[in-house]
């Protein structure tokens, strides 16, 4: 599959739903429902639905002043067959001056583990570096990002982490990125690498290696790569998924 275009993003295997609902039911749109990014994917992934309802059990379990600038370092979803729903177990440490928190929890039968982090103390943040500028190889399966993609999924999720939606937050939060970059939810990637993948897994590993930073109009092509498993754009590589049982 070719790159695609941004004004003919479906051919990228997403078809563009309007009204579809989130983990919570139908959300509330301002005039014209807001596109819903990869909802054809999360229609057909049990396993990317599972990893999405998680998040939201963990933010409840959390409360929403401690969400703010939690960052994603990783996500696991199993295989069917782990029980009943539990309540979220949260596991906190602390290690160079970040704040690490391990949450479980059982989603539609899957064990899900979310691993975040929050920037705590004097640790310096990280400048800003030049992306590499890779371009998109030819012939790669290809998603192109926008703000409204990132705002979209905030509104269908109900992840308004201010990293997600005000510029300069994300790099307050300890990450790489300008002061008016806003960063994309690590599920918005997660969804789009599955879809881009195509086939359907058992279970899945994901690790978040690199923020994938959003400013103003700027369109950012992410394409996967099938040899390393990884979702890339011209700032590099953003997220690596290791299937389980596909």
Do not use: K, Y
Request: a positive charge; charged letters at 20%; proline letters at 8%.
């Amino acid at each position: 599959m070719g790159a695609t275009s941004p004004a003919d993003a479906q051919s990228a295997g997403f078809l563009i739903a309007r009204g579809a609902t989130g983990p919570r039911g139908p959300q509330p749109s301002d005039g014209e429902p807001p596109r819903r990014l990869a909802s054809s994917v999360l229609t057909a992934s049990s396993v990317l639905t599972a990893a999405v309802r998680a998040v939201d059990a963990v933010r409840e379990a959390v409360g929403p002043r401690a969400w703010d600038g939690l960052v994603h370092r990783g996500c696991s979803v199993g295989a069917r067959g782990a029980g009943p729903a539990a309540a979220p177990l949260l596991l906190r440490a602390e290690r160079g001056g970040w704040e690490l928190l391990r949450a479980q929890v059982v989603v539609d039968g899957r064990l899900v583990t979310h691993e975040l982090a929050r920037l705590v103390g004097e640790a310096p943040v990280p400048a800003a570096s030049a992306p590499p500028c890779q371009e998109v190889p030819e012939g790669a399966r290809t998603w192109f990002l926008r703000a409204r993609d990132v705002v979209d999924w905030a509104a269908w999720s109900g992840d308004r982490n201010a990293v997600h939606r005000v510029p300069g937050a994300a790099r307050a939060a300890g990450l790489a990125v300008g002061e008016g970059a806003v960063v994309a939810h690590g599920m918005c990637l997660a969804a789009i690498a599955l879809g881009l993948r195509g086939a359907e897994p058992r279970g899945v590993r994901l690790r978040f290696l690199a923020p994938c930073a959003v400013t103003g109009d700027a369109v950012v092509p992410l394409w996967w790569e099938e040899t390393t498993g990884l979702l890339r754009s011209p700032q590099g590589p953003h997220l690596r998924l290791l299937a389980r049982g596909a």
